[in-house]
Each structure stands twice: as C-alpha cells, then as structure tokens.
C-alpha cells in the first residue's frame, strides 16, 4: 500500500496525511516498515505459515531485497527472522 492509497481511503491529500505523521512525531514511511515487519513475526510464528520461505515472506511484504529484509528486522527485534522461526517451532513443540 503506497501512501497515495491510505490518502484516499481516508479522504484526505497525502500532504495532509504527512503532515498528520509528522505532527505524531513519525513517517508513514515507518509506520509502514513497522506494520510490515509485525505482520512478518505474525506469518514466522503462525503455524499456517510455517513452510513460508523467508525469502518469500521478503518479497510478498514489500522488501526491497532478501538481505534487506533479515537486517531491518533483526534491528527492530533483536533476532533474525529464521531464528524467530526456529524459536517458535520449538516452542509449539513442548
């Protein structure tokens, strides 16, 4: 979803909706990434997904590139995507 979209179903002008970010002190940008990258923890641990290759995961949530993808979320989280994934296996199997 591009910034122009979210604008018009809201009824607004993106500069408007910008502008409604910056006042809250973020980016859509970021608030994007963020959605992106908490719906990703969702499709690594869901079990519905669990054959999903990373890669995979990557490209269907808008990453630029498969290495971009494990390094933004590895900054945001603390743990890379596989290691998420591995964690949550195991988990669910105890």
């Known amino acids: 979803m591009c910034a122009a979209a979210v604008a018009a179903a809201v009824g607004i002008s993106e500069r408007h909706l910008s502008r409604i970010f910056a006042e ?31 890669g995979r995961i990557s490209r269907e949530l808008g990453f630029a590139s498969q290495s971009c993808f494990p390094r933004v979320f590895k900054a945001r989280f603390g743990i890379t995507p596989l290691a998420l994934r591995r964690e949550s296996v195991r988990a669910s199997a105890t």
């Not at 980016?27 to 290759?53: C, K, N, V, W, Y």
């Open 24 to 54: 809250a002190g973020e980016s859509l940008g970021s608030d994007f990434r963020e959605r992106r990258l908490q719906l990703a923890t969702e499709i690594l641990t869901g079990p519905a997904h669990g054959s999903m290759p990373v």
